[in-house]
């Protein structure tokens, strides 16, 4: 008799990043092995993008009362699933009273899995009553009380050990056959002759550029042919004159990404962005794109430095490597092959496949 799986997440299918490379892209794989599985997200593809936006606090609220009356659904649904996926949690707000439901009451095997820090936050000015309101300590509650844990790197590992020892280390991964495959593509220049430095995110991870953009200017004044391009859902504040701005699209993603030449990830260094699980890095390097990325958590296992990319800490070693890759274009060809073999063995849907399918187990 067929498994059957129950995901509970927090966003609709095809939008979220973490979401698409934690697991949906693993759907036709459990498909072919046999099991049945059903997603039920807190925010439906209608309502979901307000909490993006300032003001539609009414709708904002009919989202969250949506969101809730569907979790207390999802309930009785679970009922009829061997197993109970839950993507980071299962409510935006307040303590886990359905995960405890879930687990305590209806018996359920849940499969807890979160590829960031999420017990803690990057936001410095974070207002109390909204760090009340998150109640970020639930997910060592979550930990405890799931069959299994599956997180994207060792750091968030090592916390999910202190209150569970069924830890999967499932690492966020790319599918490199069907869609991050260059040569599938045709590789476009936005401009002829110019060579693209380029990073991509969400506008919450917007800020790590601030970093690196005095860098940036430098580079852009001292080689013409360089264009800074960003693709992200909300276009950056950066000071720059050759800034490009591409928003982000699910469809025309692969296309975009292949108009960088050289690939980005500054990240600063403290306990959030160790639970950072390397996904721009891996996108660049799946592509072929050389990589330049802070050395940070899991970045120091994805790149090894010198041979599929660079890893930086000062300003001056990021205008160094920045400036090598600019200049050698034979450079940027081997790193970006060294690149897409790593991926290939370590962090792609094929590599990681036995693993995944090892949680339901």
Same mark, same amino acid.
Request: proline letters at 5%; glycine letters at 4%; one cysteine or more.
């Given at each position: 008799?067929?498994?059957?799986?129950?995901?509970?997440? *927090?966003?609709?299918?095809?939008?979220?990043?973490?979401?698409?490379? #934690?697991?949906?892209?693993?759907?036709?794989?459990?498909? !072919?092995?046999?099991?049945?599985?059903?997603?039920?997200?807190?925010?439906?593809?209608?309502?979901?993008?307000?909490? =993006?936006?300032?003001?539609?606090?009414?709708?904002?609220?009919?989202?969250?009362?949506?969101?809730?009356?569907?979790?207390?659904?999802?309930?009785?649904?679970?009922?009829?699933?061997?197993?109970?996926?839950?993507?980071?949690?299962?409510? *935006?707000?307040?303590?886990?009273?359905?995960? &405890? /439901?879930?687990?305590?009451?209806?018996?359920?095997?849940?499969?807890?899995?979160?590829? %960031?820090?999420?017990?803690?936050?990057?936001?410095?000015?974070?207002?109390?009553? $909204?760090?009340?309101?998150?109640?970020?300590?639930?997910?060592?509650?979550?930990?405890?009380?799931?069959?299994?844990?599956?997180?994207?790197?060792?750091?968030?590992?090592?916390?999910?050990?202190?209150?569970?020892?069924?830890?999967?280390?499932?690492?966020?991964?790319?599918?490199?056959?069907?869609?991050?495959?260059?040569? $599938?593509?045709?590789?476009?220049?936005?401009?002829? !002759?110019?060579?693209?430095?380029? &990073?991509?995110?969400?506008?919450?991870?917007?800020?790590?550029?601030?970093?690196?953009?005095?860098?940036?200017?430098?580079?852009?004044?001292?080689?013409?042919?360089?264009?800074?391009?960003?693709?992200? %859902?909300?276009?950056? $504040?950066?000071?720059?004159?050759?800034?490009? =701005?591409?928003?982000?699209?699910?469809?025309?993603?692969?296309?975009?990404?292949?108009?960088? %030449?050289?690939?980005? /990830?500054?990240? *600063?260094?403290?306990?959030?962005?160790?639970?950072?699980?390397?996904?721009?890095?891996?996108?660049? /390097?799946?592509?072929?794109?050389?990589?330049?990325?802070?050395?940070? +958590?899991?970045?120091?296992?994805?790149? %090894?430095?010198?041979?599929?990319?660079?890893?930086?800490?000062?300003?001056?070693? &990021?205008?160094?490597?920045?400036?090598?890759?600019?200049?050698?274009?034979?450079? #940027?060809?081997? /790193? +970006?092959?060294? +690149?897409?073999?790593?991926?290939?063995?370590?962090?792609?849907?094929?590599?990681?496949?036995?693993?995944?399918?090892?949680?339901?187990?």
């Amino acid at each position: 008799m067929a498994k059957r799986i129950l995901f509970l997440v *927090p966003y609709p299918l095809k939008e979220s990043p973490s979401q698409r490379f #934690r697991f949906e892209q693993y759907f036709e794989l459990l498909l !072919n092995n046999g099991f049945q599985f059903e997603v039920h997200s807190f925010l439906k593809s209608h309502n979901w993008k307000i909490f =993006f936006k300032s003001g539609q606090t009414l709708a904002k609220i009919l989202a969250l009362g949506a969101g809730f009356f569907n979790r207390v659904l999802s309930l009785f649904h679970s009922l009829s699933y061997d197993f109970v996926f839950i993507h980071r949690e299962l409510t *935006p707000l307040g303590p886990p009273v359905f995960e &405890w /439901m879930l687990a305590k009451i209806l018996r359920r095997k849940i499969i807890y899995d979160f590829d %960031d820090a999420i017990w803690l936050t990057d936001r410095n000015e974070e207002p109390r009553l $909204l760090k009340l309101l998150k109640y970020r300590s639930k997910v060592k509650s979550i930990c405890r009380w799931s069959y299994k844990v599956s997180c994207g790197n060792e750091y968030l590992g090592d916390f999910a050990g202190l209150y569970n020892k069924r830890v999967v280390f499932n690492p966020t991964t790319i599918e490199t056959q069907a869609r991050h495959n260059p040569d $599938l593509k045709t590789k476009i220049s936005l401009i002829k !002759n110019r060579i693209t430095i380029g &990073w991509t995110g969400s506008h919450s991870t917007l800020k790590y550029l601030d970093e690196i953009e005095p860098v940036l200017q430098k580079l852009e004044n001292k080689f013409p042919m360089v264009q800074v391009l960003v693709i992200a %859902d909300r276009k950056p $504040l950066l000071k720059l004159n050759s800034l490009l =701005f591409i928003p982000w699209r699910e469809k025309s993603e692969i296309d975009d990404l292949l108009k960088i %030449d050289i690939g980005i /990830m500054p990240l *600063p260094d403290d306990e959030w962005t160790k639970g950072k699980c390397g996904f721009k890095a891996l996108q660049y /390097m799946a592509l072929r794109i050389p990589t330049v990325a802070s050395p940070v +958590g899991v970045n120091s296992k994805i790149i %090894d430095h010198g041979v599929n990319g660079f890893l930086c800490n000062t300003p001056e070693e &990021w205008e160094n490597a920045l400036t090598e890759l600019i200049e050698n274009n034979t450079l #940027r060809s081997q /790193m +970006g092959e060294e +690149g897409r073999k790593k991926v290939i063995n370590h962090y792609s849907v094929t590599s990681n496949s036995d693993n995944f399918l090892s949680l339901f187990e």
